[in-house]
């Protein structure tokens, strides 16, 4: 949320697909950016996965989507989205 191209709308996705889980974090653009044709979506990209590393020390792969992409839910907001079967 500390990145001005960035809307407020995000998803934290964990599935375990073999023996390792992994983590995924959904970000969306705000409107202006996505006009932005300057905006270089790979550097942004490498950049919120650095600061999401300094601040939790995990690595993420990071996935940036258009405006309006993250479903919106009406009262609290779902921010973590746990496909893992079998989990404890």
Excluded: W
């Excluded at 979506?41 to 950049?47: F, R, S």
């Excluded at 993250?70 to 989205?81: D, F, H, N």
Aim: proline share 5%; net charge positive; glycine share 6%.
């Amino acid at each position: 949320m500390c990145f001005s191209e960035l809307a407020t709308q995000y998803l934290i996705v964990v599935d375990r697909p073999g023996a390792l889980d992994t983590f995924v974090v959904k970000v969306e653009l705000c409107e202006k950016a996505s006009k932005n044709p300057a905006l270089d979506l790979k550097v942004l990209k490498a950049d919120i996965q650095k600061r999401i590393h300094i601040v939790t020390g995990i690595s993420a792969d990071v996935e940036i989507v258009k405006p309006g992409d993250i479903p919106r839910t009406e009262g609290k907001a779902k921010r973590v989205l746990d496909l893992r079967k079998g989990k404890m």
